[in-house]
């Protein structure tokens, strides 16, 4: 390792890093603005100035930029000579010609890097008297605040929305002075990605919208450890809360994981536990039908009673739910016994999700976090529309495209954080990605090919393309695909580090058979090969390993019910409704006399029960996740559940308890319930590791949720009453409700908030951090449940009869429904939140032109969608399934129309089926959402 | 009015074109396809832009960056002609202070500013490159050289008029 020398002091420093990184991984603080240890150096801000000197004799020596130089054997540096500090703080003067002093009315006051460095430099006093320059803010949407006075031309906006996230309609406009980030005209940015900008930004141009609307400083806000429960990719978070609300979500990192980024949904979608649906007390329906309230332990009792099995009557049957924590679903299991529990997925998806289980753990390949995702040099995504169902996966992927302009780099010897030189030298060469999906993706300018195709000839692409790197024939394929698929098995083969992703997105089991075919033959070929498939929910994955395959179905308990063999059903933190047709979800709630619901928000189920009792969220409990490439993960309540809100996991085992069940004798905190599920179920034996238990100490201490200048505790509550109440105790966990205690090194899992002295902003992260852009010190967090299968003998992957002969043509006059996801709108949860409600549109089918043309239908014109009945004898006759506005699309696969998943109308289309289309008369086009920021106002009126 | 006319004309798609032939990457004719249309148009309208940026390929966003990036792009109308003062530091010793003030007076028009007969548009600009000839401006495609009171009032003595410069 190269040694350095600072200010008289020796350094062994990592060799291929810059100064600036040299400095901050030895714990010295260099002031910095544009280089970001995710994005690289630009040397654009001139902040981290040091003086270098040419040899022991030089005693003038140069300023050089810090982040710009890299680390050499024996070089000297001066970090606090006079030279280097006196550049520093004139250059801090300089960026505050223009900044206004509006730190007190900033909503990153308190948590804003320019603060910080500002006051590193020591700069105090203005000299300039000129003028400063004013811009006009714009609209961006309902997430992100617009405040462009403040900016200090970093380019770190640009540098993440364009070249990091591959946004194109935010950019820097004019020059000199006068330079602005900005779109070219008011709207919503189009970016997945946009919420990152206010991390990113060192200032208050890019803020967070819903924030500001309640705003808390960040010393105020009480935060702790986090897991996001948009998707299944499993990103870790910080949600802050103040006055019982959660104000804000930033992220949490974690290196192997999302390191310094989330996506929109994550980011605002997590205010649905402020939403006015949730719940507060438990209700008992009377006999008028409508619920009554209840105290929490009547409501046990009401629950107790009803699950009492008495000799010779029915059974008690549960649904659990890929959204809840793997305890609480543990518990219900528990509760009801194995043979009555249901995962609680739908009966189309349940079998999708149990292969996809399957296929990983028999996988010879790799199944990757996203830090390995990105070190892929070639891939290719089977029928996954990631960017909408796993975006953070997405996002990585933009990165890995890039490992080509590292392989550039190298061989001109260029550090890898010489961000704007690699750039320039790669120009368009990417890696090569290869997309077949139903229709286009928002990965498209980055792929070298994409090609649309019905979802069972994604498979047979797929299936052709494993056959061909095992060195067999694939005559059988149209032409047009064998090319398709010898150019993809090259590019596959030729790699180092192949990636397949695919996942249950396009409803088909094929195309999952293929992805993992496909890795097997690369893994036989002697290829370091990757698999990685996405799962739709939070702890979808955990629950198929919970429950292991063959468990019960929707349809199953359904038959039961029929049967009359059902007296009680407990459905815990499950809207049956989003799971299959509207009719047979009714039947089955209807067959069953005692519904329990266990739900935060309300929703139709609970509508639809007996008893509801008032689930806390994810944000005021404990549980533990198991993320798509099978990391268990642990989240911790940020605060205390409001009224009777009980943890899913609280009210199961106070039940069973008070039912005096042998099996929870032994339980009695949450840890207990973690290791007895470690124990039963093998598949989840690892994840007593995903967190310590609450018995950890740090330093003897617990760590603070509250940090330590967490302020106005005595009077947030003065207006009920004068006397402060004693401070909640948290039993469950190593973490405090309080400012006192220890907030470093310890295990990542347990990190609530990123603060060190100096550094009030999240950049004070590098403090947390092994070296900087690293680890954390105390250990990443999660524990990874999947490990590579050792053998390649194994197959759930080969299926025999994997025919590369294209099917029977389909009939004419059916289109085949192919599910067409959203980020905001096709997950349960985050529609509520209500920045995210503003971008949520009414339910759509996307068809071709051609096909609008011959159904004589126009874009925003209405579409009936009807069933063929079988069952009708002569004459064809159809049921009505559903009526969307059209949407043309043409890069929509021949034959396949695709349906918004998760929007309002969409409820009782399936994947997969082939439905008649036809105009729909009187329809009325959905009228353009007046948005509520559009009514002035929230922007201050200083639109342009 | 031309930037009522949202598209591009077809003698501008063509001149634009031929410019693309040149370059390896569409985007690289982005200054040129500005220049295009500004000759056409007089200025680029948001239209234009959007027009010009379907045209080759990027975004709006990125081809308004370059467009903004330029001050001889005008993402405003202008008059017929183009005043550029020359307020550099040479030209500000010899004087273009009262130069300006002189032309206000007599066109009716600040800085940024067009006159009401649609003829000139008031615009400062950064060194026209003749310092030895200060104070300088030019009019149109014009460069005047050692400006005084006198001769401004002499270039403008009819514009009221429509006069010619």
Not at chain 1, 177 to 199: I, K, M, P
Not at chain 1, 306 to 333: D, F, Q, T
Not at chain 1, 729 to 736: F, I, Q, R, T
Request: with cysteine.
């Amino acid at each position: 390792m190269p040694v350095i020398h600072i200010d008289g002091q020796e350094y062994e420093v990592e060799a291929g890093q810059n100064i600036l990184q040299a400095c901050l991984s030895l714990g010295l603080d260099l002031p910095y603005f544009c280089w970001h240890p995710a994005m690289g150096s630009i040397g654009a801000c001139r902040q981290c100035a040091v003086v270098q000197y040419l040899n022991p004799e030089d005693n003038r020596g140069r300023i050089v930029m810090g982040c710009m130089t890299p680390v050499m054997d024996g070089a000297i540096f001066s970090l606090n000579g006079d030279k280097a500090s006196e550049f520093r703080r004139t250059i801090v003067e300089s960026l505050m010609l223009n900044h206004p002093h509006d730190c007190p009315v900033c909503a990153e006051g308190g948590e804003c890097h320019l603060q910080d460095m500002t006051v590193m430099v020591g700069h105090r006093d203005r000299q300039y008297r000129g003028k400063k320059n004013t811009h006009r803010n714009q609209y961006l949407g309902p997430l992100i605040h617009h405040e462009m006075n403040r900016c200090i031309t970093c380019y770190r906006c640009t540098r993440f929305y364009n070249d990091y996230a591959g946004g194109t309609d935010l950019a820097a406009m004019a020059a000199h002075d006068h330079t602005y980030f900005g779109r070219h005209e008011e709207g919503v940015l189009q970016s997945e990605f946009a919420g990152n900008l206010v991390e990113v930004c060192p200032t208050g141009v890019f803020t967070d919208k819903s924030l500001m609307k309640g705003y808390t400083r960040k010393w105020d806000l009480q935060s702790a450890p986090s897991v996001c429960t948009g998707c299944a990719v499993g990103c870790n978070t910080l949600p802050g809360e103040r006055y019982g609300k959660l104000k804000r979500v930033h992220n949490r990192f974690n290196a192997e994981v999302n390191g310094y980024f989330l996506c929109d949904r994550g980011r605002f979608g997590a205010a649905f536990v402020n939403s006015e649906k949730s719940l507060e007390y438990p209700g008992l329906r009377g006999e008028d039908g409508r619920f009554n309230a209840l105290d929490h332990h009547s409501a046990l009792m009401h629950m107790v009673h009803a699950c009492h099995a008495e000799e010779g009557k029915n059974k008690v049957a549960g649904i659990g739910s890929p959204r809840a924590s793997v305890e609480a679903n543990y518990l219900l299991r528990l509760l009801v016994g194995a043979e009555n529990f249901a995962p609680g997925f739908s009966d189309r998806e349940q079998p999708l999700i149990e292969l996809a289980l399957a296929l990983q753990q028999d996988s010879p390949a790799l199944i990757p976090d996203i830090q390995t995702i990105e070190s892929a040099d070639a891939i290719l995504i089977l029928g996954e529309d990631l960017t909408n169902t796993a975006p953070r996966i997405a996002l990585a992927l933009r990165q890995s495209v890039r490992n080509k302009a590292y392989e550039l780099a190298a061989e001109l010897r260029l550090e890898a954080w010489q961000d704007a030189a690699i750039r320039n030298l790669a120009q368009d060469q990417r890696s090569p990605l290869f997309i077949a999906s139903v229709a286009d993706s928002r990965l498209d300018d980055i792929a070298e090919d994409r090609v649309a195709l019905a979802p069972d000839d994604i498979a047979r692409l797929g299936f052709a393309v494993a056959k061909l790197i095992g060195g067999e024939n694939i005559s059988e394929l149209e032409p047009e695909l064998q090319a398709r698929a010898q150019a993809i098995a090259t590019a596959l083969q030729n790699a180092q580090r192949p990636l397949i992703i695919s996942g249950t997105g396009c409803g088909n089991a094929a195309v999952m058979q293929a992805a993992a075919q496909i890795a097997q033959a690369l893994c036989q070929a002697h290829n370091r090969a990757m698999l990685a498939l996405a799962v739709p929910e939070a702890n979808s994955l955990g629950q198929a390993m919970l429950t292991g395959p063959g468990a019960q179905s929707l349809a199953q308990l359904s038959k039961r019910a029929a049967a009359g063999k059902l007296d009680t059903l407990i459905i815990l933190e499950n809207d049956l409704y989003r799971r299959g047709p509207k009719a047979s979800i009714d039947a089955l709630l209807a067959n069953v006399a005692n519904v329990i619901v266990l739900d935060t928000l309300d929703n139709a189920t609970l509508s639809a029960s007996s008893l509801a009792l008032p689930a806390a969220s994810f944000a005021e409990s404990e549980g533990t996740l198991v993320s798509m490439e099978g990391r268990a993960q642990r989240y911790y309540p940020v605060f205390v559940p409001r009224q009777e809100r009980r943890a899913s996991w609280i009210w199961l085992l106070a039940v069973m308890k008070e039912s005096e069940r042998e099996e929870v004798s032994e339980l009695h905190s949450f840890d207990d319930i973690t290791r007895a599920c470690a124990s039963d179920i093998p598949a989840l034996s690892g994840i007593t590791g995903a967190a310590p238990d609450a018995h950890f100490r740090n330093a003897g201490l617990k760590i603070p949720r509250q940090t330590h200048r967490y302020s106005g505790r005595t009077a947030m509550r003065a207006d009920v009453s004068v006397h402060e109440p004693k401070q909640p105790v948290d039993e469950e966990s190593p973490l405090a409700f309080s400012m006192e205690g220890l907030n470093r090194s310890q295990p990542g899992s347990l990190l609530p908030f990123v603060w060190a002295p100096g550094w009030n902003s999240n950049q004070s992260l590098h403090k947390f951090q092994s070296e900087v852009g690293g680890h954390l010190k105390g250990g990443t967090a999660g524990a990874r449940l999947l490990l590579p299968a050792t053998g390649t003998s194994a197959s759930t992957a080969t299926q025999p009869d994997a025919t590369l002969a294209p099917s029977a043509p389909q009939q004419p006059g059916q289109w085949q429904m192919v599910p067409r996801y959203k980020i905001f709108g096709s997950d349960e949860l985050s529609v509520h939140s209500p920045a995210i409600a503003e971008l949520v549109d009414p339910g759509f089918i996307e068809i071709s032109s051609d096909d609008a043309r011959a159904l004589g239908v126009n874009d925003g014109e209405g579409l009936v969608l009807n069933k063929p009945d079988n069952a009708s004898q002569g004459e064809l006759l159809t049921i009505a399934v559903a009526t969307l506005e059209v949407r043309l699309n043409d890069s929509i696969a021949v034959g396949c129309a695709g349906y918004s998943v998760g929007l309002a109308g969409t409820e009782d289309i399936i994947a997969a089926d082939k439905l008649v289309l036809s105009k729909a008369d009187n329809w009325k086009r959905h009228k353009p959402q007046i948005i509520g920021s559009d009514g002035g106002g929230s922007t201050g009126g200083d639109h342009v | 009015m031309s930037e009522l006319i949202p598209a591009l004309s077809e003698a501008e798609i063509a001149a634009i074109d031929a410019e693309l032939s040149h370059v390896p990457v569409p985007a690289g004719a982005a200054i040129d396809a500005l220049k295009i249309v500004q000759a056409h148009r007089g200025w680029i309208s948001d239209e234009s832009l959007n027009a010009i940026a379907k045209h080759l390929g990027m975004s709006a966003a990125e081809l308004d960056g370059i467009a903004t990036f330029y001050t001889l792009i005008f993402r405003r109308p202008v008059g017929e002609k183009v005043i550029l003062l020359c307020n550099s530091v040479t030209c500000w010793m010899k004087g273009c202070d009262a130069l300006q003030q002189t032309i206000t007076e007599q066109l009716g028009i600040g800085m940024g500013e067009t006159t009401t007969d649609n003829k000139y548009t008031l615009l400062p600009m950064t060194c026209l490159g003749a310092c030895d000839k200060a104070p300088v401006m030019m009019v149109g495609d014009d460069l005047h050289e050692e400006i005084t009171a006198q001769s401004l009032q002499a270039l403008f003595s009819n514009a009221g008029s429509g006069g010619e410069t």
